[in-house]
């Protein structure tokens, strides 16, 4: 089924990995799509794109056949979000580079369009500085491969209206996803932040020769992974504390626990490091194409998704979409 959604033409402002993704969640859902990207074979690379995540899609229950018919490209950036009903902008991670976009999207773009930007780092604030309605603009930021993934992070900047995030809110939900307003700008947002502090003391323990990185991932995939994935931090640690909770946990094994952070690593990725990195990965990894990798994971992904979904009696294609 297409999702119910008022927002039914989408310009995608880059052609990227990013891009190619939002590209065929939206074509899935019955969006009317035009791509916007200078780049001369940003047509064949973006056709190439969907025909790899098609696969994907359809095992979410999602229509993927003549999902090109809905699919045009625009080099020109103001005649590509002319109709648009919501831009998703996912151009060069630098900050006169959106700028300059947003402000030609601003001033092309139809007044009821919902405006955001993919952007990992760069705070909405500082992108909106370039436009005369800062408040029209949000961060809706997702976790990749944003087809598949369903966190959505809602950033506002410090102009962004209310309203502005509750359109966001619902136009991510209605395509099936579980998008998160966060109540304040900070650099990286969550889950990139989650991501980088555990990657830290991944790359130390390998560095310092006490696992592998093979080693590394079958730990994580059979005991964080697991557990996080169906719980999350703090309820984990809750359960953690028996009767009495997450306040019993911290009472009898927060001190320990924060006793231990000063001796979590530091590590650079300096040239012996990245050397150590490099030829494990070589060793872990090169035999299979990261295609193959890539499809497999999206498969147990998605398998992983429809299992949780079907404990919280979610419905199965909008907790996986």
């Known amino acids: 089924m297409h999702a119910s959604t008022p927002y039914r033409r989408a310009a995608v402002i880059g052609g990227g990995v990013i891009g190619i993704s939002w590209t065929g969640l939206f074509l899935a859902h019955g969006m009317d799509v035009v791509v916007s990207d200078p780049r001369p074979d940003v047509r064949e690379q973006v056709l190439a794109g969907l025909d790899e995540i098609a696969p994907a899609l359809a095992e979410l229950g999602l229509p993927t056949a003549d999902m090109a018919d809905r699919l045009r490209f625009e080099p020109d950036l ?35 369009a919902l405006l955001a930007t ?24 997702p976790f990749n491969p944003p087809h598949l993934v369903p966190l959505v992070e809602i950033v506002p900047g410090e102009r962004t209206d209310a309203q502005v995030l509750l359109d966001a809110r619902d136009f991510y939900a209605s395509l099936g996803k579980k ?19 555990l990657f830290r003391e991944c790359v130390h ?7 592998t990185e093979a080693e590394l991932d079958e730990i994580v995939t059979a005991s964080i992974g697991l557990r996080w994935a169906v719980a999350g931090p703090f309820r984990t640690f809750h359960l953690g504390g028996g009767p009495g909770g997450l306040p019993h946990f911290l009472q009898h094994l927060g001190r320990a626990m924060e006793a231990a952070w000063p001796g979590l690593g530091s590590p650079s990725f300096d040239e012996p490091t990245v050397a150590l990195l490099t030829a494990q990965a070589e060793e ?17 992904q998605i398998a992983l998704m429809r299992a949780l979904a079907g404990t919280s009696h979610e419905p199965t294609e909008e907790a996986a979409a």
């Open 284 to 300: 872990a990894f090169a035999g299979e194409p990261v295609g193959d990798l890539a499809a497999r994971r999206d498969r147990a």
């Open 78 to 112: 103001a005649a590509a979000v002319a109709d648009a009903d919501v831009v998703q902008e996912n151009g060069p991670e630098r900050l006169t580079v959106k700028q300059e976009i947003w402000r030609t999207v601003e001033q092309a773009a139809p007044a009821h």
């Open 118 to 141: 993919s952007t990992s780092g760069i705070p909405a604030t500082a992108i909106a500085e370039a436009m005369r309605q800062p408040e029209r603009l949000v961060v809706g930021h």
């Open 205 to 211: 323990l390998v560095a310092e020769g006490v696992v």
């Open 179 to 197: 998008p998160q307003i966060l109540r304040k700008e900070i650099p990286g947002f969550v889950a990139n932040r989650l991501q980088s502090a």
